[in-house]
């Protein structure tokens, strides 16, 4: 591991290490404080129309992003957002939309789902979804809790200079949002993406080499800071040689730091001789990577090649099959006209 | 005569195999669309059984920045409060392709009269809608009309795709969301044609596109 690599990876786990708090965060440099002190959430208005739409809340500040920002591979920016909300069940279903923005563009989107008053079968929950740590899902049984969610900015909610953070808060159905206010560890923060780091080995004493097929077993250790989700594996090769039947698993759903999962590629020999084959993840996880050189063995007869030689005899023997049926009908079926005409004749 | 029977069964299972699913119409123009790392088909399905056969109703909708299916039709509620069939969707949200499904939201269905159906689809596994960092929350979704729905004497016809956008983009531009019709190229134009006997389909390929904020 390259000193630059451990740099970026003691700036990811500062960045995004939830165990490290907000310290952490409020450590690294590009980052951007939208409030310095609890602000309250509060719905405006009446209730609009019968239509069951009532008016949005929205706490507005203006920001300073560092001049030549942009969201990209260079900093990613995120936006954390923490509020306490309030809620009690309407005799309606009621669905709480609190979201986060920056430039109108919605960064992170936070559901609150309060059933109707009496319904005893559903409880209160609240989910947020982002690329960072997929679907958040909290069941809630107090009246008072916190919301905390996170995800990246849009491509557009990054500019340089000033933007506009905005919070809003938005009530569909029935009238459960009581109050609220939004956290001062709310913060935006520009950083590397990564969350974890993951190593990927082979298990080269379980490496199985035929000739008809190519078994892969591969080893992902989690050397980040913080668990790694949605992790899809991959493999890169030479498809004049190789073809791949399965990876499995494909996909590892959540890989907490320090563990290490285990995944087994299986590939069909299609020529013999040199070939590599590079195994990897997912973008959205830093990884290393690894890279296999093998040489393949003359194929018993496994390859496509003798599979298309073997079928040809077949298939051959099928048409010269299906011509004399077709010649023994045409002859049979004159048999029997032909009299019949020379009846006719006479 | 002994082969008969066998002939008969082979017959009747290739035609069970490529049969259309009951209600299916076909499709000529079936695409899937790219956005950032996600795809999703321009067309929903009867069944979760990809086909272009077995299509449905053309993707006419995209509401994105701070959309989800179940705010998207909460908002709409006033104008589409009664539930209608449920479709199958399919999307890609990088990690592989998936089904969604849902029986969206109509106006209310009368007699010798048309409705308006729109049914939104997103991820079931993340809440209902999708993210990409270039559209934010987003969704997609399909109209249609129905005409004499219910127990109505006479035929029932539906289709009519461009005016059932049009009326969901409408009531959408209505409560405050920011709408451009036709803005969103779907690749799934259909100039007007009857499918069978009561689906006549009719939409430029272009979707509406609604921002929610």
Not at chain 1, 23 to 44: F, G, K, N, S
Not at chain 1, 144 to 167: C, E, I, K
Not at chain 1, 204 to 223: C, E, H, K
Request: proline share 5%.
């Amino acid at each position: 591991m390259t000193a630059g690599r451990v740099g970026l990876l003691a700036c990811a786990v500062l960045v995004w290490s939830p165990s490290t708090g907000t310290e952490a965060w409020a450590a690294h440099r590009a980052q951007v404080r939208p409030i310095a002190t609890t602000v309250p959430l509060v719905m405006d208005g009446t209730t609009g129309k019968d239509r069951g739409i009532h008016p949005a809340g929205t706490v507005v500040r203006h920001i300073t992003f560092p001049a030549h920002a942009h969201q990209g591979p260079a900093r990613w920016w995120v936006m954390r957002l923490v509020a306490r909300l309030s809620i009690r069940r309407a005799p309606k279903p009621s669905l709480i939309d609190l979201t986060g923005f920056t430039n109108g563009r919605a960064s992170i989107q936070v559901e609150i789902v309060v059933p109707a008053r009496g319904d005893t079968r559903h409880r209160v929950h609240w989910e947020a979804y982002g690329w960072l740590d997929g679907l958040v899902r909290r069941t809630v049984s107090r009246r008072s809790f916190v919301v905390d969610a996170r995800n990246y900015l849009q491509y557009g909610g990054v500019t340089p200079g000033r933007a506009r953070f905005s919070v809003q808060v938005e009530q569909f159905g029935g009238r459960a949002f009581r109050g609220g206010y939004l956290s001062a560890k709310t913060l935006i923060v520009g950083g590397y993406p990564t969350a974890a780091s993951m190593d990927t080995a082979l298990v080269r004493s379980q490496l199985r080499v035929d000739g008809r097929t190519v078994r892969v077993p591969l080893a992902f250790a989690n050397r980040g800071g913080r668990a790694a989700v949605a992790i899809k594996l991959k493999a890169s090769y030479d498809d004049q040689m190789l073809k791949l039947l399965h990876i499995s698993p494909r996909f590892i759903h959540r890989l907490p730091a320090g563990r290490t999962a285990r995944a087994v590629a299986t590939f069909r020999v299609l020529r013999p001789g040199r070939t590599s084959i590079r195994f990897g993840e997912s973008d959205a996880v830093r990884s290393s990577g690894t890279s296999l050189a093998l040489a393949l063995p003359r194929t018993d007869g496994g390859d496509s090649s003798g599979a298309l030689l073997g079928f040809l005899p077949a298939a051959l023997l099928f048409i010269a099959g299906g011509v004399a049926f077709a010649v023994s009908a045409h002859a049979s079926s004159r048999r029997l006209l032909v009299p019949r005409i020379g009846l006719r004749r006479r | 005569m002994r082969t008969i029977p066998l002939k008969v069964l082979l017959v009747a299972t290739f035609c069970l195999i490529l049969a259309p699913s009951a209600g299916a119409s076909t499709a000529y123009n079936l695409a899937a669309q790219r956005l950032d790392s996600d795809s999703f088909d321009n067309y929903d399905f009867v069944c979760d059984c990809v086909s272009s056969y077995n299509v449905d109703q053309p993707v006419t909708l995209f509401f994105a920045n701070n959309a989800s299916k179940d705010k998207v039709y909460s908002a709409l509620y006033g104008f589409f409060p009664y539930g209608g069939s449920t479709q199958s969707g399919r999307l890609d949200n990088g990690f592989g392709w998936f089904y969604a499904h849902t029986g969206g939201k109509k106006s209310q269905p009368s007699c010798n009269a048309f409705d308006t159906h729109y049914r939104i689809y997103g991820d079931p596994s993340h809440g209902d809608r999708m993210w990409s960092p270039s559209q934010g929350y987003y969704v997609i979704g399909t109209t249609h009309l129905d005409y004499n729905e219910g127990p109505c004497s006479g035929s029932s016809y539906y289709g009519w795709n461009e005016n059932a956008e049009s009326s969901v983009a409408t009531n959408s531009s209505a409560i405050g969301w920011s709408v451009w019709s036709n803005l969103w190229g779907m690749s799934n134009a259909n100039s007007g044609r009857w499918d069978g006997c009561c689906h006549y389909f009719n939409n430029d390929a272009n979707a509406a596109y609604i921002s929610v904020p």
